[in-house]
């Protein structure tokens, strides 16, 4: 059933009036609430409003999307939150995220201070209500007043036309949440998140800094997440492009993408602590390209050329390395010698991609040699096959990962080609209610360089939504463990 916006005040109920909106005036104070909770049973609700602002946090006009509903029976969390924040954000409105306390009757001075204390963000007369029932909701209040700017005071007028405008501006997007507000479940795929090779990396960082102190440097993202490396830098990580950007002698960390050779030697020449965090997988890449580069064969890398494991990789080699990216360029290359002529591969591809343009150069190159085992990793092929397995049953697949993730974009496309609708997210704060609008099943999956506690935060909001019911999906185990590197072992 399509949620409904509830406004206690007619004022209120017709500034969230626009197209596309369904709106109920229930009018003021918590009887009037509570006899139009109870009338809408397990209805998807926003209880929306203007409010007063217990804190001076908060300005007239700016929005309070409730985090949780301070009850008279105690706090009762609003999962969805988060979403619902960030997409009146992106409308382009002042919005903070916390608790809200309802009240039996209007606060003033000394109480209002008390509820800030205890960490509230405003105050209303009518959530608790529709906070008993079951069902969805969220609670977003327009701030009308606050300690500084008292309702009983001149101004209050131009203050409550600020605070309409806002719901008013606000509204689409309620009715938005409204339509993505429905029963369902979650698909979760497994594996996903963290594979050894990016645990292992973060690892190295963690234990230089512990080990070496702070500043650390680190040659380009450590593993390409955004939220990884905030929190390292939090810790004291610097994050460089270059070798040169680090003063010499510091103690510095290699990237998991691995790096050319040249990259190495700016290294020494600078007197650098150097810290490989290299995959183990890719440098088995490394090895097969030097390998190849010894018997003199023109080595065919299949991969994105402007990704840093393939410059790393091609790195190794440049006078024998040729980067092929698609079926396309496959068809067309060409080879010194054709009976000398090999291939490797970037370790984050979309395996059924792969596979395709190293058989457009088999056909070509019969006598082409190939790597000894798979290049493309283990993690890369599992969370593919459990991607695949989600998207054949969900109406929609959210992939929490970052843009310049390789791994994360292959995921995205593999759901596509499945026939499903897929976006890829760095984190809950990116995803547009408009696609959960009709998804009754919603399948969820992120990539091997993505913390877990992402994925966690989205099923917590989705299950806000109404999609409550939780399956996994698991179609490998995973138990590979690499060892660190003895500067930090």
Known sequence: MTGIICAPLRMEAAALRVPGARVLHT?????????????????????SGVSGGVTDRVRPGDLV????IDTPEGPVPLPSAPLLAAALRRHGLTVHTG??????????????????????????????????????????????????????????????????????????????????AAGGEILLASP???????????????????????????????????????????????FVQEIAEIPAGATTVL??????????????????KVIDATCPLVTKVHNEVRRYRSRDDTVFLIGHADHEEVEGTFGEAPDHVVVVEDAAAAAQVRARDPERVAYVMQTTLAVDEADEIASVLRERFPAMSAPRRDDICYATTNRQRAVRAVAEHADLVLVVGSTNS??????????????????LVDDVSE???????????????????????????????????????????????????????????
């Open 27 to 47: 009018g003021m104070g918590p009887r009037r609430a509570a006899e139009s909770a109870a009338r809408l049973e397990d209805t998807p609700v926003v209880v």
């Open 65 to 68: 999307v409730a985090t949780e």
């Open 99 to 180: 608790p809200i306390t309802s009240s039996d009757g209007l606060v003033e001075g000394a109480e209002r201070a008390r509820l800030a204390e205890r960490g509230a963000l405003a105050v209303d007369m009518e959530s608790a209500q529709f906070a008993a029932r079951p069902g969805p909701l969220a609670v977003v209040r327009s701030v009308v007043d606050t300690p500084g700017h008292p309702l009983w005071r001149p101004g209050t007028v131009w203050r409550g036309i600020s605070g309409l405008r806002s719901l008013r501006a606000a509204a689409p997007v309620l009715a938005q949440w409204c339509d993505a």
């Open 192 to 238: 996903r998140s963290f594979c050894a090779g990016v645990e292992r990396a973060i690892e190295i960082v963690e234990r230089a800094l512990e080990r070496y102190g702070s500043p650390v440097y680190v040659r380009r993202q450590i593993v390409h997440n955004a939220h990884v490396v905030r929190r390292l830098e939090s810790l004291g990580a610097v």
């Open 255 to 272: 990237a998991a993408h691995g790096v050319a050779p040249s990259v190495r030697e700016a290294a020494v020449d600078r007197g650098l």
């Open 406 to 423: 390789s791994n994360s974009q292959r995921l995205v496309e593999v759901a596509r080609r499945q026939g499903t609708r897929a976006y």
């Open 431 to 489: 995803v547009d209610l408009r696609w959960l609008a009709g998804a009754r099943r919603i399948g969820i999956t992120a990539g091997a360089s993505a913390p877990p506690q992402l994925v966690e935060e989205l099923t917590r909001c989705l299950g806000g939504l109404g999609r409550d019911r939780l399956r996994e999906s698991q179609v490998a185990d995973e138990d590979v463990q690499f060892t660190l590197p003895r500067e930090v072992g």
